[in-house]
C-alpha cells in the first residue's frame, strides 16, 4: 500500500472535490459512496454534482490512475469522512452517518493511520462521539492512531480554487493528531494550516457560518422596518458600508444551503439557553420566504394568476438546492393557488419533483417574474420576449441582481417594496 493512500468517505459536494485534488497531488484515493449512480460516473471520469472545473480534475484523476470509486471502504493510510450531516425535525444534528462511516472504517484500520472528520458537526462530536467509537473497538485515538477535524470552508463555484488558498483549521483530539492531519492538508493546501483543539476547530467553523447567518438576518429586518417606513434598504446598506468598520450583507429572500441555514442550531442544540441572537436571527431569515410570498400576494391578489418563478438553488450559478429559501418560497405560491412556471438553468429535471420550463415556457401569461436565486443567465433578460408573452410584464427581484432597461417594464427589489401595493392587478 502506497504512503500516501486515502479513503474519503463520502462523494458529495466537498467530499468529491476533496478526492479529486489529493488525487492530483499524487495521492492514491478511493472515493466511497452509497450511491452507485455517483460512483459508476466517477469511474467513467464523470461527475454527478455541478462544480466549476471539477470534471476535468475528476477525469484527470481517474486516467491516471489515481482516483477510483466504490461502494464500501477500502484500507487506507488516510481516511476523511465528508458525509452529509442533516438536522432533525427539532433542528438537533442527525449524526448517524458520521458514525457509520466511523464504524465502517474501524475494520480497515491499522496503527499510525489518521481519521479526519470533514463533515459539519456539532462541538465535542469528536471528543464525545467520534473517539468513544474508535475506543470501544479497541483503538486509542491520538496513540496508536490519530483523528482531527478539518472542516471545509470553500464557497461553492470556487472550490477547487479555495481548497487549495484558503487557510485550513485543523483540530486534533491532541496535538500529535492534529500535526498528522496538518501534513495530509500540506500536500496541496498553499493556505496557512492553523493548529488548535478539535473542539475548537467544531466551533469556529459553526460561528463562521453563524457570524453571516446572523449579519444577513440584520440585514433582512432592515428590509422589514424600510418597507414600512418606505426607506430604500438597498442604499442604507450601501452608504452605511462606506464607513471604514461597516460590512452589512446583503438581504434576500432567506438563507439556504448545508451551512449557513443548518450550523446555527448545531450551537443552539448545546447551549440553547445562551444562543439568544443566533436563534432570533435564525426565526428571521426563515421568515423571509413568507415574507416574499406576501409581497407578491400585494402585487397580485388574484391567486390566479401565474408566477414565473427564477431560481431554485439557494445561490448563484450552481445546482444546489439544498435548504434552499426559493423551495420554500414556491411551496407557499402553490399552497396559495397561484400557477407557477418554473425555470432554473442549473437544475435538472430528476432533482425535484415538478415541472421545470423554459424561460419562454415560464413567462408566457405570466404577471410577473420572481427572482429568487443569482444565476448569471437572470442578469440580462431577454425584455422583448418579457413584454410581448406576459400578461403584465413586471419582475420582483429578491435578489438585485437583474438590470431592466425596458421603461415600460415596472422592475421591484428589496429597495422599493413599499411601491408595490400600487401595482395591484385587479
Excluded at 194 to 218: G, H, P, Q
Excluded at 337 to 353: A, C, E, L, M
Excluded at 382 to 403: G, L, Y
Aim: proline share 5%.
Amino acid at each position: 500500500m502506497s504512503n500516501k493512500s486515502l479513503c474519503v468517505i463520502g462523494l458529495g459536494y466537498i467530499g468529491l472535490p476533496t478526492a479529486a485534488m489529493f488525487a492530483r497531488a499524487g495521492w492514491k484515493v478511493t472515493g466511497v459512496d452509497v450511491n452507485p449512480v455517483a460512483v459508476d460516473k466517477l469511474n467513467r471520469g464523470e461527475i454527478h454534482i455541478e462544480e466549476v472545473g471539477l470534471e476535468e480534475l475528476v477525469k484527470s484523476g481517474v486516467e491516471s490512475g489515481n482516483l477510483r470509486a466504490q461502494l464500501e471502504p477500502s484500507e487506507a493510510n488516510c481516511f476523511i469522512i465528508a458525509v452529509p450531516t442533516p438536522h432533525n425535525e427539532d433542528n438537533t444534528a442527525n449524526l448517524d452517518y458520521v458514525i457509520e462511516a466511523t464504524k465502517a472504517a474501524i475494520p480497515l484500520l491499522k496503527e499510525g493511520n489518521t481519521v479526519i472528520v470533514e463533515s459539519t458537526i456539532p462541538p465535542r462530536t469528536i471528543d464525545d462521539v467520534v473517539a468513544p467509537i474508535l475506543r470501544e473497538a479497541g483503538w486509542q485515538p491520538g496513540e496508536d492512531i490519530y483523528l482531527a477535524h478539518c472542516p471545509e470552508r470553500v464557497l461553492p463555484g470556487r472550490i477547487l480554487i479555495e481548497l487549495v488558498e484558503n487557510t485550513r483549521i485543523v483540530g486534533g483530539i491532541n496535538e500529535i493528531s492534529a500535526q498528522k492531519a496538518a501534513d495530509v492538508y500540506r500536500s496541496f493546501v498553499t493556505g496557512d494550516i492553523l493548529i488548535t483543539s478539535a473542539v475548537s476547530a467544531e466551533m469556529s467553523k459553526l460561528m463562521e457560518n453563524t457570524y453571516r447567518d446572523v449579519n444577513i438576518a440584520l440585514a433582512n429586518e432592515l428590509v422589514k422596518i424600510s418597507e414600512k417606513l418606505d426607506v430604500n434598504a438597498l442604499e442604507v446598506i450601501q452608504l452605511a458600508n462606506h464607513h471604514p468598520r461597516v460590512n452589512l450583507h446583503q438581504p434576500g429572500p432567506g438563507v439556504g444551503g448545508h451551512c449557513l441555514a443548518v450550523d446555527p442550531y448545531f450551537i443552539m442544540e448545546k447551549a440553547p439557553e445562551q444562543s439568544v441572537l443566533i436563534s432570533d436571527a435564525r426565526r428571521i431569515n426563515n421568515s423571509m420566504p413568507e415574507f416574499v410570498v406576501n409581497q407578491v400576494k400585494k402585487m397580485l391578489p388574484d391567486t390566479a394568476s401565474k408566477i414565473a418563478v427564477f431560481g431554485l438553488t439557494y445561490k448563484g450559478n450552481i445546482d444546489d438546492v439544498r435548504e434552499s429559501p426559493a423551495m420554500d418560497v414556491l411551496s407557499l405560491l402553490q399552497a396559495e393557488g397561484y400557477k407557477i412556471g418554473i425555470y432554473d438553468p442549473h437544475v435538472q429535471q430528476q432533482q425535484v419533483n415538478f415541472h421545470l420550463s423554459s424561460f419562454e415556457e415560464a413567462v408566457q401569461d405570466a404577471e410577473c417574474i420572481l427572482v429568487l436565486t443569482d444565476h448569471n443567465e437572470f442578469k440580462q433578460l431577454d425584455e422583448e420576449t418579457i413584454f410581448n408573452k406576459m400578461k403584465m410584464p413586471v419582475v420582483f427581484d429578491t435578489k438585485n441582481c437583474v438590470v431592466i432597461n425596458d421603461a415600460n417594464i415596472d422592475y421591484y427589489n428589496f429597495g422599493n417594496l413599499a411601491k408595490i401595493k400600487y401595482v395591484q392587478n385587479v
